[in-house]
């Protein structure tokens, strides 16, 4: 069965320092992983997907991410935060060869930039 | 090309009442999606559907119908609502399963309130 581990419920960064939200997943197949970005009283947006490909997947706003399997973590990292990057983060899990195909979300990081 | 749409975006119901929210996608995606969020808890999925005519039950169906007479359209029905069901609910569409890499697009979320 598939899980999804967001680690912190709230992270809080200074403007300019590094970013890094952190994500465990369990999947009993090959993983399709993704991280979703979620402005205040917005939809959810794509930042990256991690399919099979290159383990460092780099997306949209400067984020990227790294698949470790022997970790099962699909942490998303950014060099340097920016206010702009304030809003709700889920990082979220999809078995390819399940038959099942569940898609699991998990239950959200909060990122606070401070000035 | 607007994506996917959701009307309304706020409603706040009468216990007992019945209404449905509306979903329509212009990218001619095959799968459809309804979610609740609820505060800290990421999203659960309500139903799917993977194609016209066809629709199944996600995690959390109880309270709720969905049919999918068009590629486009993919409404929920509410009936009787009930507090439990206070909640944001989105809409979401991808091109297959999203198990298969693809990633969802998301509406922007409908803000229902039972009273």
């Known amino acids: 069965a598939q899980s999804v581990t967001q680690l912190d419920s709230h992270v809080s960064v200074s403007e300019g320092t590094p970013v890094l939200l952190r994500c465990n997943y369990s999947?009993?197949?090959?993983?399709?992983l993704f991280w979703y970005v979620q402005h205040p009283n917005k939809g959810l947006q794509l930042l990256l997907k991690y399919t099979s490909a290159a383990t460092l997947v780099k997306g949209i706003n400067g984020f990227e991410a790294e698949f470790k399997k022997s970790e099962t973590s699909f942490h998303l990292t950014k060099p340097s935060a920016h206010m702009s990057d304030a809003a709700e983060y889920f990082c979220v899990v999809s078995d390819t060869m399940n038959r099942d195909d569940k898609i699991i979300f998990g239950k959200g990081t909060r990122l606070h930039i401070l000035p | 090309n607007a994506g996917v749409t959701q009307t309304p975006k706020f409603r706040i119901l009468k216990i007992g009442q019945s209404m449905t929210l509306q979903c329509t996608q212009d990218m001619n995606h095959n799968y459809m999606y309804w979610y609740r969020q609820d505060p800290g808890m990421g999203l659960k999925l309500i139903y799917y559907s993977v194609g016209a005519g066809i629709t199944d039950k996600g995690e959390v169906p109880n309270g709720y119908n969905v049919s999918r007479s068009t590629t486009e359209d993919f409404p929920l029905r509410l009936e009787l609502a009930a507090p439990s069901q206070t909640s944001v609910y989105f809409c979401?569409?991808?091109?297959?399963?999203?198990?298969?890499?693809?990633?969802?697009?998301f509406g922007p979320g409908t803000r229902l309130t039972v009273t």
């Open positions: 979401a569409s991808s091109y297959s399963p999203a198990g298969g890499a693809y990633e969802q697009y």
């Open positions: 999947s009993s197949y090959s993983p399709s």
